[in-house]
Nanobody
């Protein structure tokens, strides 16, 4: 099982990036998926989550309206489109997946960063002028 995050890099404030999380070893269609990040000297925090149907998306207040989480089950991959990036978005970004009985439970687990079935290795995003 592997979740491979990619797409990070160095960008200027106001620019965009799209992160990808390519999954191998299981099919994501029954899983809720999420993105998290950890900035230097800070604890890891929840960023975004999407339900297994794709109909429910949750975002941290700090990224709501700027970031979009998208899933492509055919490609077994999910994405985080990040627009209007700010310096405070600088962090290592991680992807994760959880198999939960209900959407509500999955979203709760994501926000609490607990009970994830799989975690990926991170990709560095640096926003700096």
């Amino acid at each position: 099982v592997q979740l491979q995050a990619s797409g990070g890099g160095l960008v200027q404030p106001g620019e965009s990036l799209r992160l990808s999380c390519a999954v191998s070893g299981f099919y994501i269609n029954n899983y809720s998926l999420g993105w998290f990040r950890q900035a230097p000297g800070k604890e890891r925090e929840f960023v975004a989550a999407i339900s297994k149907s794709g109909n429910t998306r949750n975002y941290a207040d700090s990224v709501n309206g700027r970031f979009t989480i998208v899933r492509d089950d055919d490609k077994n991959t999910f994405y985080l489109q990040m627009n209007s990036l700010k310096s405070e978005d600088t962090a290592v970004y991680y992807c994760a997946a959880v198999l939960a009985r209900t959407t509500a439970l999955a979203m709760d687990l994501m926000k609490k960063q607990t009970g994830m079935d799989y975690w990926g290795k991170g990709t560095q995003v640096t926003v700096s002028s």
